[in-house]
Structure formats: structure tokens, C-alpha cells
């Protein structure tokens, strides 16, 4: 009975243990991919990212996007002419730039008795424009030329002349009667209302000049006006301070002196 027990757990450890060790082989080895499949591919992922593109229109991956989302490359066009020369300013088609504000086009070459202004005139740019000095016409309507005020009890009236208060005047007094009439010393436009001591006055600029005229009663305080339009009259200085020259004041608008165009 003994030696049958024997034999019988003899035949079951040969048949039972092989089958363990094979299913403990099978559970080992599957692990071992499970694990190779979790690593994630770093190289693979480098080696697109550090791939060239050498084809216009070829799709790569971006790295930053996702591996999942793609970028197409494009060929940037240039157009001829376009972002690729500095713009410059338009030349003047005529000498209308010059000629409205009191100057002549003529070959820089020639002397100019007072200064020339560049970009003002047509083609050729040999040519420039000559703003003769005393460019404006005369102020007053009954006077043959602008005078500038003398000293009198009140003060002096050339610029930079000094004041009561040991300031400087930045400015010119033009003489002319009380009510006479005042002509706009050069094509312009008209700016609105200044104010002024003792009166109020009016703004007048165009592309070359700003100037600002005192003790003046405009018919109009705004819009174009021609050079030697009457554009108002001059008000009562005497009634105020009996004894001065009657005069209207001329201040540039920098505060520079308008000396030289008087």
C-alpha cells in the first residue's frame, strides 16, 4: 500500500511541476514587454524634432504643438517694389509751393537775396526756391512800406527791445493809424483768435510761416486769405494810451524775429 502512494506522488510531481515552471516562464516574459512598451520613445521623438525640412510645402511635427499636430511650410513672396525700398516724398509736380508764399524757383547757383527753401519747386533739383528777404507785402493799407515803431514814452518796438518790467519784447510793433486798414502780409489761412496786451488779435500760418497779429480787428477769424487781402482794421490805441504810436504787433509763433521778412 506504501510503495503505491509512493509511485503515485512520484508521477504527479513529473507531470505537475514542468507545467508550473512553464507558467511562471509565460508571466515573467510578459512583464518584461509590458515594461519595454511603457518607456516612452525618447529618441524617436528628438530625432523628429532635430529633423531639416528642405522642401517648400513639406509637413513636419511640431514638438511644441504635439507629436498628434502638424505645420506646413510656406515660401514667403516678394512682391518687386513693395517693403523692400524706402518710401520717399513726393517731389513737387509744380513751383505753385513756392510762388504762393512770395518766392521765385531759380537755379540754386544764383545768388538769392535772402534764403533758399529746398523741396519747393519742380524738377530739375538744381532749382530752389528764393524767399527774397522782406517776402511780405506791406501791413498797412495807407503806408508804402512796414515801419517799425520808435521808442516813445511807452516803449520801443523792435524785437527784443526792452520792456518796463526788464523783459524782452519777442516781437515787431508795424506802425499804422488807429481804425486804418490791415492786409494779410502773405497767403495763408486764417487760425482763430489770439490772445494779446493791449487787444486781442488773429493767427495766420501756412506752410512756411506762423505768425500772430496784435491790436487787430479781423473781419473774419477763420478760413483762406490771399496775400494783400484787407483782412481787418487796426483798433483804438490812443483811446488807451494817449501819446503812443499806433501800431499792431507781429509775433512769430517759436517767438523767433520777424525781421527779416518785414
Given amino acids: 500500500m506504501q510503495l503505491r ?14 507545467g508550473f515552471a512553464l507558467g511562471h516562464e509565460k508571466k515573467t516574459h510578459g512583464g ?15 530625432s523628429e524634432v532635430k529633423e531639416k525640412v528642405t522642401k517648400v510645402g513639406e509637413v513636419i511635427k511640431n514638438s511644441k504643438l504635439g507629436n498628434n499636430k502638424e505645420m506646413v511650410l510656406t515660401r514667403k513672396k516678394t512682391i518687386k517694389g513693395k517693403g523692400t525700398r524706402r518710401k520717399h516724398g513726393k517731389e513737387p509736380r509744380n513751383d505753385i509751393g513756392c ?4 518766392g521765385i524757383c531759380q537755379s540754386s547757383s544764383y545768388v538769392c537775396q535772402g534764403r533758399y527753401l529746398k523741396e519747393r519747386c519742380a524738377l530739375p533739383k538744381t532749382h530752389q526756391c528764393c524767399m527774397p528777404a522782406g517776402a511780405w507785402s ?13 521808442c516813445d514814452m511807452f516803449g520801443c518796438g523792435s524785437f527784443n527791445s526792452r520792456r518796463d518790467d526788464h523783459s524782452l519784447h519777442k516781437a515787431v510793433d508795424v506802425v499804422c ?3 486804418g486798414l490791415v ?45 494783400g487781402e484787407v483782412m481787418g482794421y487796426l483798433l483804438p490805441m490812443q483811446e488807451r494810451f494817449s501819446g503812443i504810436t499806433s501800431h499792431m504787433e507781429l509775433q512769430m509763433c517759436d517767438r523767433s524775429d520777424p525781421s527779416p521778412y518785414i
Avoid at 495763408?188 to 493767427?203: K, N, Q, S
Fill in 99 to 102: 510762388t504762393s508764399i512770395g
Fill in 183 to 227: 492786409n494779410a502780409p502773405f497767403t495763408g489761412t486764417l487760425r482763430g483768435p489770439v490772445v494779446g496786451v493791449p487787444y486781442d488779435g488773429v493767427m495766420l500760418s501756412n506752410s512756411e510761416y506762423c505768425l500772430k497779429i496784435f491790436n487787430i480787428r479781423p473781419y473774419r477769424y477763420m478760413g483762406p486769405i490771399s496775400r
Fill in 32 to 46: 518584461e514587454k509590458k515594461e519595454e512598451e511603457t518607456v516612452p520613445n525618447v529618441f524617436g521623438v528628438k
Fill in 177 to 179: 493809424e488807429d481804425y
Fill in 5 to 18: 502512494i509512493t509511485f503515485l506522488s512520484t508521477l504527479l510531481a513529473c507531470f505537475l511541476l514542468p
Fill in 138 to 150: 506791406v501791413l498797412c493799407a495807407s503806408h508804402h512800406n512796414n515801419r517799425v515803431r520808435a
